[in-house]
């Protein structure tokens, strides 16, 4: 499936890797790539002058360059001296061009590239997901998915422990259960759902159903030894409907963002039930919300088996600060992503790029790629996760279960990205 390992990959210390994005996400991989060895980021980048100039000085000045910025996806995927892999970071309604630019780019190199990671999720609907994989395929890529939770330390730590030594005794687990919560994203493209493909059920359960589905599989198995069989959605818009909160979105995001005319969904809930091999039902349960206001980002995951539990929750942390009325200071993310608070009993991620996932996927992917070997998460790990979104989008507009397989999930739009008829 993949090309032959060139001679001298063997011989590759250092990984270059040309990043396409300078937003939120971009930082937080360049963060985490201070902790992978055998990496430089050789080139990033961006459409927009100054964040790129930010993103190119942020990793030269943690040491992980040199690094240039590139005016153009086309420079940078040809530029074969300095560039070896590829990671697309870029807005999700950008996936397929971007892909499409490095395909193209990458025919003019007399060096294949050793690799492309695209960050989730993997595009925004099906069709736009099986279009990424062929691409790659047809490439003839080494590819891989960022879907951070996945290798969030507590998650790896996790499933190790119970697989190893509640399994064997007791039986696999049957019900893995996931939720992600905070006050709502950063920048307007978000809430918009024409241009992200949706609300908060595409935004944050591609996290909650591929953490869980992974808990759910079986160590050294693919998570396609998972048969899909059902699954029910629901979605509302709970809090950013409401007139004042209305108004106070589009004070913060550009009157363009109009919650009374055109809301995304705030909350999802989904269920999906699978089958393992040997024919079990194993379930999961996920729910989203950009509703919640708590200290800030709040990560919940449980594993139920026979005999046994696991519980992670990224808000019960070893550090907490307070910090009394007579403190205060400027609005920031210092202590916890999204954070909603400078005062009070706080929790502290100490290491939110490691916590949540992202030095370790950073890690995995620069070691694959560098040894020419398939990612434990790829594009169709992406295509798998898009196919349970749509389908529990599928379901929340029907009111009803939806089966797999459902042939008209590969032309599915959810309702909240069609276009206003």
Known sequence: ????????QIELVTLRIGLLGT?????????????????Q???????TTGYRDTAVKLANDLGLGPCRGFESIDELVAAEDLIDAVWILRPNFDRIADMQAIVGAARRRSRPLLGVACEKPLARTLKEAREMLRLA???GFNHGYLENRVFAPAVQRGKDIIWRRAVPAAGRPYLARAAEEHSGPHRPWFWEGGRQGGGVLLDMMCHSVEGARFLLTEPGKDRSSL????????????????????????HMMGSEIDYSRRPSEDYARGVVVL????????????????GYVGAGLRISMELLGPEYSLEISTLNTPLKVFLSRDVQGAEGEDLVEKQNSEQGLMPVVEDEAAAYGYTAEDRHMVEAFSAGQRPMETFADGVQVM????????????????????????????LVARSPD
């Not at 937003?23 to 990496?39: D, E, T």
């Not at 196919?387 to 739009?413: H, I, K, N, Q």
């Open 227 to 250: 048969r899909l069989k059902s699954a029910n959605g629901t979605v509302e818009t709970l809090k950013w409907s409401r007139p004042e909160y209305v108004e106070r979105l589009k």
């Open 387 to 414: 196919e349970m979104l749509m389908a529990l989008y599928r379901s929340a507009e029907l009111g009803c279960t939806v089966t797999f397989p459902d042939v008209a999930l590969e032309e599915y739009v959810p």
């Open 1 to 8: 499936m993949y090309p032959e390992e060139p001679k001298d």
């Open 41 to 47: 980021v050789a080139g990033i980048y961006g459409k």
């Open 275 to 290: 089958e393992d091999e040997q024919g079990r039902t194993v379930v999961i349960e996920a729910t989203t919300s950009w």
């Open 137 to 139: 395929e047809g490439a």
């Open 23 to 39: 937003g939120f996400v971009a930082q937080f991989h360049i963060q985490a790539l201070l902790g992978v060895r055998n990496v």
